[in-house]
């Protein structure tokens, strides 16, 4: 028998005919369709019970509930918590994304030290053994008062602890980061005589006017204002948006009025000089319920009548007049401060302005005004038994400058911290604790403070996250995220009534971190004497249930606590100064009287334009990052690739020769940058604007390296009445790259 | 057919017919004759080898058999329970099912080791006193994409357990798991029978086996919200 080549063929018929008879071929094409479809690279959320656990967002001041999701124990989802007064179920970008915070690769995941300039592991017990060493040291060498701190709050159990430790170790030290809560609540201390914290009954009121407010671009407490807003515009309440840029808040009002930026305090007090001068004020409120009216009076009608006040804004007299009478003409006006989402504390006067403003058409504790949230209480800890070390360390002044001399009234003044370290030889400060802040990011001038922080000989960060701040510090003592920790969030900024949230774990912590008011107890008990006596709580957590005592049991079952009768309209109208009076003015606001646009130092031929930051949902500015989440869905017209772009008015770029779309190369006076040109008709002549949150240069690879960071293009401007850093803007100059 | 065409074919078909000529026509067949048998032969050669490998080797290549972590029988879980299938494999509270029981489940009799078993040993030192899940490997797990609610089938559907899991709350053992090497998929879902034929409603789990009861009971052959039928009914 011959084998073929027709044999062969006849074999693989054979075969084919065969295989077409069998299973084979349809199961592989079964087969690999199912592959195809489900390849185990493909990431797919693991099956489970679903279970929520309502807890409070900590990743801004804006104190929301917040209900996590849960499949098994993995976090899948944040959502808004139903029925939460701030919030009502509403969530932002920021608290949505939050699982990425927790999940992230840019966790720090256990205590680090830096040895010749690289990171090491070390242990907790080592960690703080060697900050205890340090600061026992500087205490035994009568320097207590060497140590300082920033954090993002004074109140609450975390701060107030490290306040505690602060007094009983001997520093007067304790910074917080500035924003605009300062001169809200300078303006409510002078002219009412408390130290409170301003609530807007916004969706109560008839009439919004904003001078520069971010009302749904981050201002105060973000989905509370977006809540508030929105209850405003349903009841056919009117929004005016004063500001230099079309802002989102600015297209969604119903009117916007472009004033010279840096003069809003000016339109405040023109806008007083035509309701006095009509006679249009809440007589009722400045006969019985004020002080200090005929001085203020005066200081009106002779420094801003509409002429001049137009001559300093741009607007013209009937546009100044018209609005003044209907504010005043409105049933519950009322004119909110602080540009964009109140990331710069800005100028006292103007706060003042507005503020006073508010008083003259009665919209002081009157439903739909502004109401002084008084502080919250709840921590009632034993009186701390100071050595003579710790009272001669509290005796120094603060390192800042704050409460003493031209800024008696001021708290806090980080912004002078950098300039104090830099003009010693030594710096004054030896020993640096930040936690809850990125001042190497946030802060103006980036590079003064990135100098000033070299000088510190020991920089310990307690960021869970590699922020810029940890990467130049010398200790990282990473903290629990808040999805795997206790915390209380005693205020919601903006929120009209006194409130706390309990944030509380929702997984296990991931990684080997430490709640910081565990470190900071361990700290005190290690340190001895004193200090530990005044720390005698077992655990956080143990401090925190008998701080907030009988309000525990409701915090755990319904994740907040609020004082609901509390409203504007409940609040006496005897105020807390020396007159019980609403003081229109007095010996301490010194701030109006000498009223002046703040201007922007800097060589004008030089640099010819003026840069503005501004606030968008879609980017975390403070101290935490922007999560992969947000910097996805940013807007091609705010960043292209790596690229920012810079918003330019057309006539602008025509007379510098800029092309849309194409890169030119930003320089301030703090530094220079390649940005691209995007044409925005939103934007006024001269002024030209790119968003905050961006050009980290540290994190992950989804945020640094994006864009241009403001701030480290940004100067500090000195407020003069408050030593707060008063730039609203720095002098630019855009050249064809 | 126009008469061009029916001309056309009638001039090819006598084109055709012309070639064939006598003398040529006994050489054709006498070769042909005479290899027919091996080429018959290695066509039934080529047929049998390619039947037996779609229908034997196949199958075995395709699938991989493991043992269940721990052995489980179920007709003795059975008779301690009061509530059947549902007293383990049970709806949570918001009416999703909980399918195979966590160790939560298990702890409250099996804190100790009970019996004698080697199984029961196993379960108790590795997975309850070390607080371990046990990694079961489920038969009825469907690919990803497909979307199946069990509240819908057995609270609303009314459906009994074994309908599409068949006795398997009857065994005294559980059977080796064989998962497909290609999908990674549980051998249960195409069946047993590699030419996919069934004799029992739980034999095959493919999407055939959905549809074609979803079409004799005449129950929601599309979406419940929008009463349209499609792909994203089930594949979500």
Known sequence: MKIDRRSFLSFAIGGAAGTALSPLPWKLIDDSSIWSQNWAWTPVPKKGETTYVNSTCTLCPGGCGISVRRVDDRVVKIEGMKDHPVNEGGVCMLGLAGTQLLYGPNRVQTPKKKVNGKWRNISWDAALSEIVEKLGDLRSNGQSHNLACICDSDRGTVPELLNRFFTVYGSPNFIRTPSIQDNYELALYLTQGVRAMPGFEIQDADFILSFGSGLIEGWESPIYMFRAKSALKEKGGRMDQIEPRLSKTAAKSDKWIVVNPGTEGALALGMANVIIDEGLFNRDFVDNYSAGFAEYKKLVIDGFSPSIVSKMTGLEVAVIARLARDFAGSRKPLAICGRGAGRNPGSLQDFLAVHILNALVGSINRGGGIVAVPEPDYIDWPEVEMDATASAGMQHPRIDGAGRGKYKSTRYLLNRLPEVINSGQESPVQVLFVTDANPLYTMADTEAVAKAFDKIPLVVSFSSYMDETSSKADLILPNHVFLERFEDVPFARGFPKPIIGLTRPVVEPLYNTRHTGDVIIQLAQKMGGPVAEAFAWDSYDACLEESLADKWDTLLEDGYWVDSEFSAAAQTRQFETDSSKFEFSNSDINALPVYHSVRIPGDESFYPLLLVPYDTMRLASGYIGSPPFLVKALEDTVLKVNDVLVEVNPATAKKLGLSHGKYATLTTPGGSAKVKVRFFDGIMPGVIAIPRGLGHTAYDKFLAGKGVNYNALSEPLEDAATGLDAAWGVRAKLSKA | ?236
């Open chain 2, 1 to 236: 057919m126009s008469t061009e065409d029916k001309a056309n074919e009638v001039s090819a078909e006598a084109q055709d017919q012309e070639p064939i000529t006598p003398p040529t026509a006994p050489e054709q067949t006498g070769p042909g004759q005479g290899a027919g048998g091996p080429i018959t032969l290695f066509f039934i050669l080529g047929l049998v080898a390619s039947l037996v490998l779609g229908w034997v080797i196949f199958p075995q290549l395709l699938y991989s058999h493991k043992e269940q972590p721990v052995q489980f029988n179920h007709v003795l879980h059975n008779e301690m329970v009061e509530d059947g299938c549902a007293s383990c494999h049970f709806f949570r509270e918001d009416g999703t099912y909980s399918g195979v029981p966590k160790l939560a489940q298990c702890i409250d009799c099996h804190e100790e080791v009970q019996g004698e078993s080697e199984a029961e040993a196993k379960f108790v030192n590795q997975y309850v006193l070390k607080g371990r899940e046990v990694p079961w490997l489920v038969y009825s797990r469907q690919p990803d994409c497909v979307f199946f609610s069990h509240v819908a089938h057995v609270k609303m559907g009314q459906m009994d357990c074994v309908t599409c899991h068949g006795d398997i709350g009857e065994s005294e053992s559980l059977k080796p798991y064989e998962a497909n090497r290609i999908t990674g998929y549980s051998r249960d879902i195409w069946g047993k029978n590699i030419a996919g034929i069934k004799f029992n409603s739980w034999d095959r789990m493919k999407m055939d086996d959905c549809s074609e009861c979803h079409v004799r009971g005449n129950v929601n052959q599309g979406s419940v919200q929008t009463k349209r039928g499609g792909c994203f009914v089930c594949h979500k």
